[in-house]
Nanobody
Framework: QVQLVESGGGLVQAEGSLRLSCAAS????????MGWFRQAPGKEREFVAF????????RYADSVKGRFTISRDNAKNTVYLQMNSLEPEDTAVYYC???????????????????WGQGTQVTVSS
């Protein structure tokens, strides 16, 4: 069992930055690929970023490529999402998710993930 707790959301002006954190419980965190998803009001949840469990390979949605960076610290059981050059369109609830030994091939599919956090709100004002 893995529990995920996101933090770091908030209100920021356009072109600003935020860093989200996702703290995981459990001793096997390093065996989990981690993903970030987001859900804007009235829209379906969508993939944002992925980092693999072994070599740290990453994958990003086209809409955030070059602006967002996902990273992980296995010693701290934490995955991060550094978000720069934020746009109002980035406003959403952001969720982290864990996929046991997940691969980059299935990174974008919600069904691949075994555990989800409760989400953290990010609001970008224009």
């Amino acid at each position: 069992q893995v529990q995920l707790v996101e933090s770091g959301g908030g209100l920021v002006q356009a072109e600003g930055s935020l860093r989200l954190s996702c703290a995981a419980s459990g001793r096997t965190f390093s065996s989990y690929a981690m993903g970030w998803f987001r859900q804007a009001p009235g829209k379906e949840r969508e993939f944002v970023a992925f980092i693999s469990w072994m070599v740290g390979s990453t994958r990003y949605a086209d809409s955030v490529k070059g602006r967002f960076t996902i990273s992980r610290d296995n010693a701290k059981n934490t995955v991060y999402l550094q978000m720069n050059s934020l746009e109002p369109e980035d406003t959403a609830v952001y969720y982290c998710a864990a996929d046991l030994r997940g691969t980059i091939v299935r990174a974008t599919s919600e069904d691949s993930y075994d555990y989800w956090g409760q989400g953290t709100q990010v609001t970008v004002s224009s």
